[in-house]
């Protein structure tokens, strides 16, 4: 299949049909479907009951006459942090493992939901003490540890709303979502390991209340690394001397199914963070079901394991707060894939059983690059379900990951959703549908999408671009933007009017009615008259036997509107030929000629330039803002959310090197 397209050839004839011995057990049915369709109110209030433990049963399942600001299961009472840990001990589930922890340096720790009651009641005491109670906001900047969700939950046993920010953040992102976020309590660790080496964590913190205006007053910081810290006497306290000899009890209480759980800033990919809000039992509910349908969590048998870092929705959703609502036992792994070796996941996998994997397709493809024997080394027969998540996954990646880590047995999901969203909107269910690779397919039971062309109409013609919407509510969506209601209806609300949620995101259906997300609509092109789609050029590039990763932005250009520029990393093989004399030209014309041949000429990239990596958030998404200002010339715009800030020069160098 060398010359023909693969990805072409997979998109058209093969889909992967359920095992029969998988449909048997999953927890998806195929009939949730029309239940969701004939009663869309009915089917989440089942799910609510079914799902979550209310202290006080909901009167109206969903209020809508303020939208687009949603009210759901209003009226109800419920504990987050309950439902996340205490039921399960009285379930008689306290010996069950919650959490297996896996330091980067190779330390463990074995958390059962007896232990993390514990954990989380003394915290909440701790946290009481410094005058942290219902309402108050509380940060969160700690890196992959136990400590970090027993902090999130302690606040949601509170009814203190967290704002989590990346460990990889720096000062000033600090500052600004701390003082966006008006955060009275700081919670932070001495350090962190990344690769093998410990990082300062605090001295952030630190930097960020230099600035003076702050609303924090204390910092509690966990000692993780032994790293050396500044201290502010009256202002920070550590944790081992405040949560340690806590009371380990605490009578959590009940809180309005609306009130806020929490505040998380958007990945930045499109422009100037969001700070999204998210309320208590809508959300709990999807994250709940979704986990259950989709990664079909079995609590009393599967190892689940999501490598999102918890200062990203993902990690909120499906490491927190979807899983342990669940009761499921899970790994929480601290560190990077490629310390000590880059083998460490698969190592991880075997160790402990792990059979339900949701990654991104960043990792996937960092997979591939690194090569097949890594993974065949480890015994990866435990796993059973495989996930994907953050932006579309090209076929290439797909079929690799179902291949070297799924061993061409475990069905894969394909995830569409947002910060926004809260939690899975747009999936297969593993179990019911008939696997498409490189599609997220369609809306789970109970999600309604459609695609909409430029006037605003929807049609479900296959092929055609156009924009992804939602059209009714759904229990997990965000209720704002924090402090910005305007803010919020005009980027969800107003694109195609107030009855369609706009996501931002391109989309078209297949001939079998699936639907493929396109990337950002700002990402999707208009080349002489032609719509493309950066992903489709992406996937194309990285079907080339010789890319690893690609990155494509549309740059103004005077002639055809807007040029295909690309980006893109070699395969380790493939590196060393392009550095021989001559080579690295006729390689850009071979790659040039492969996206014309796969996609069509029209497609055919003005440039390509080839990069040791592209600019990418801390959670893995690739900004393409920023390669279109490099690809237009521009002053780079706000880097602040990048993971390493030191790429965006190099590719401007190697930009004006005419590398
Ligand atoms: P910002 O909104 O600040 O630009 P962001 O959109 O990257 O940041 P997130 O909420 O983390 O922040 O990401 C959601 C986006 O990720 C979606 O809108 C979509 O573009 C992309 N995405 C997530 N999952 C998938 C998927 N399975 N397939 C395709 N795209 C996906
Ligand atoms: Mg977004």
Request: net charge negative; glycine share 8%; hydrophobic share 40%.
């Amino acid at each position: 299949m060398s010359e023909e397209s693969l990805s072409t050839v997979l998109q058209q004839d093969h889909s992967f049909e359920p095992s029969d011995e998988f449909a048997a057990k999953a927890n998806g049915k195929a009939e949730m479907y029309a239940a969701a369709e004939a009663d869309h109110e009915g089917f989440w209030a089942e799910q609510a009951r079914k799902y979550v433990t209310w202290s006080k049963d909901f009167e109206t399942t969903l209020d809508w006459s303020g939208a687009p600001f949603a009210k759901w299961f209003v009226g109800g009472e419920l504990n987050v942090a309950y439902n996340c840990v205490d039921r399960h001990v009285e379930a008689g589930n306290g010996d069950r493992v919650a959490i297996h922890f896996e330091g980067e340096q190779g330390d463990t720790r074995t958390i059962t939901y007896a232990d993390l009651q514990k954990d989380v009641a003394k915290a909440a005491n701790a946290l009481t003490s410094l005058g942290v109670g219902k309402g108050d906001r509380v940060a969160i900047y700690m890196p992959m540890i136990p400590e970090t969700v027993v902090t999130m939950l302690a606040c949601a046993r509170l009814g203190a709303p967290h704002s989590v920010i990346f460990g990889g953040f720096s000062a000033e992102a600090l500052h600004t979502r701390i003082n966006d976020a008006e955060a009275k309590l700081v919670v932070t660790t001495d350090g962190q390991w990344r690769r093998g080496k410990a990082a300062p964590l605090k001295a952030a913190v630190d930097e960020a209340m230099n600035h003076g205006d702050h609303p924090v007053e204390n910092v509690l910081v966990v000692r993780r690394t032994g790293t050396d810290v500044e201290w502010a006497d009256g202002r920070d306290i550590w944790w081992h001397d405040l949560v340690d000899d806590q009371p380990d009890t605490h009578e959590a209480q009940p809180m309005d199914s609306e009130h806020p759980l929490f505040i998380l800033y958007t990945s930045g990919t499109t422009g100037k963070p969001k700070g999204i809000f998210h309320t208590t039992g809508g959300y709990l509910t999807q994250c709940a079901y979704t986990n259950s349908v989709v990664h079909d969590v079995h609590p009393e048998s599967d190892v689940y394991w999501c490598t999102a870092d918890v200062g990203w929705v993902t990690g909120h959703s499906y490491i927190v707060y979807g899983p342990l609502a669940n009761g499921a036992t899970q790994v929480l792994y601290e560190g990077t894939p490629d310390t000590p070796h880059q083998g460490r996941w698969w190592e991880i996998v075997e160790k402990y059983k792990v059979s339900i994997l949701y990654t991104a397709p960043t990792a996937i493809r960092t997979f591939m690059k690194w090569g097949d024997d890594i993974p065949a080394k480890s015994d990866l027969s435990s796993l059973r379900l495989l996930g994907s998540v953050g932006e579309p996954i090209n076929p290439e990646a797909w079929l690799w990951y179902r291949k070297h880590i799924g061993g061409d047995r475990c069905p894969i999901v394909d995830t569409w959703w947002q910060t926004e969203t809260g939690a899975i909107m747009i999936s297969p269910l593993p179990g019911v549908t008939d696997l498409e690779p490189g599609s997220a397919q369609k809306a789970i039971p109970g999600i309604s999408a459609e695609i909409l062309d430029d006037e605003g109409k929807p049609f479900t013609e296959p092929e055609k671009v156009g924009y992804l919407v939602l059209t009714k509510p759904w229990p997990s969506m965000l209720r704002g933007i924090w402090g910005d209601p305007e803010r919020y209806k005009e980027t969800y609300w107003s694109r195609f009017g107030p009855k369609y949620y706009f996501a931002g995101d391109g989309a078209k259906y297949d001939a079998k009615g699936n639907i493929w997300l396109l990337g950002r609509v700002d990402d999707v092109m208009n080349v002489s008259g032609h719509r493309l789609s950066t992903a489709e050029i992406e996937s194309a590039l990285v079907s080339h036997p010789k890319v690893a990763e690609a990155a494509v932005v549309g740059a103004a250009d005077e002639t055809t509107g807007q040029a295909v520029c690309a980006f893109v990393i070699l395969r380790k093989e493939a590196v060393e030929e392009a550095d021989e004399p001559g080579e690295g030209k006729d390689l850009v014309q071979e790659l040039r000629n492969h996206v014309a041949h796969e996609i069509g000429p029209i497609a055919k990239p003005r440039s390509i330039m080839i990069v040791a990596e592209l600019p990418k958030t801390r959670s893995g998404k690739i900004m393409r803002r920023l390669l279109r200002d490099v690809a237009e010339n521009r002053e780079v715009g706000d880097v602040t959310t990048l993971a390493d800030s030191s790429v965006m020069s190099l590719i401007k160098e190697g930009m004006s090197s005419g590398a």
